[in-house]
């Protein structure tokens, strides 16, 4: 058995999303062994964050101040407005080096299932913006699942009297993707999506 | 993109084993929003182990101390050496709460393809304490894998002058395994070693 202080690592590891109790014994070990050059910057990292990190009292990303440096950045166009469910899919938009205009994160789906409605979400916040930056559209980036697609509905029915459009991201084959591995749901999505080549 | 502290922080997550880049984003988000029950808890805990934990002399098991809790446990049979690969391994023993005696941590096994020696592993240490400590058998816990055997059978020929009994652990069917699910080599060694049940 780990000693006190590995154990008590060990017991915070495994409640990391992704790492279960023998996955978080490895990533222990490891870092024991890797004292200089993980355990102790990792410490420092988290103690750095544990201090600096908050959230962007506008958009609802992760930062270092009060504004983000998304909605600081005067070269981001105000006026269209990505909704994302998650700072993590604000993220893989970002990777993504396609979009260039400012976010809002929802901070979660509507969801029956988990009791999720309306008012746990981030949605007043966003109303107030569309009108006070003047935003000209607004992209539903949500997910192709059943309850991201009930908030985009949900979202686009609120939005109907304001008169300006409401996307929402395309559903279909991801690039690379073999039909062969992809589920019946996204092949119906693709094939009533599909555009003409020519 | 994440500011450059959370940056900092998941660049070292992604390190961890069992931890890619995705799920290392996930797990900084999750350390952000649970700052103080997870972020900060962990942030001391590392610190706390960067600065107490370290190899035992005598066994190479991880403690907070020179002699770890089992080499310093008079109730622990020091005439019995169980000799494992990696500190992991003698957590797995410990759990099985089964064995009595006293460990040896090899710190790895003999490998060709790794160019892993005889003198890269914690052998003169292990024949000294077979000396010193009387030990009457030598339990062989290493990996049924090829390396694993190697290592058994090299330690084997190296103690055989000793006159002392040395084991290793049964090969076979795993408790409540399905044959179905067993590759080739684990059912050719359970039959093998079959017991005659009367
Ligand atoms: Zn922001
Ligand atoms: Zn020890």
């Keep these: ?25 490895r990533a222990a070990l490891a870092l024991v062994r890797k004292r200089r050059v993980l355990l102790e910057p990792l410490a420092a990292a988290m103690a750095d964050v544990a201090e600096h990190a908050r959230e962007c009292l506008i958009c609802g990303n992760i930062g270092t101040s009060e504004r983000c440096d998304i909605c600081t950045d005067p070269k981001r166009d105000p006026t269209t407005l990505c909704v ?41 916040r966003m109303a107030q ?21 009930t908030t985009a509905h949900y979202i686009a029915d609120m939005l109907e009297d304001r008169g300006i ?23 119906t999505a693709a094939l009533s999506a599909r555009r003409q080549m020519r």
């Design 165 to 187: 459009p409401v996307t929402s991201l395309a559903q279909g084959v991801p690039v690379g993707g073999e039909l062969d591995y992809l589920d019946d749901g996204t092949i």
């Design 129 to 149: 913006r569309i009108a006070d930056d003047s935003v000209t559209e607004v992209i539903l980036a949500l997910g192709a699942t059943v309850d991201g697609q």
């Design 84 to 124: 994302v469910e998650s700072v993590a899919d604000l993220w893989a938009m970002e990777r993504a080096q396609v979009f260039r205009g400012r976010y809002h994160v929802m901070g979660g789906t509507l969801s029956a299932l988990d009791g999720i409605g309306p008012e746990d979400l981030n949605l007043p």
């Design 1 to 25: 058995m780990p000693d006190a202080p590995l154990d008590d690592l060990i017991g915070l590891l495994a409640r990391l999303p992704g790492l279960g109790p023998r996955s978080a014994r």
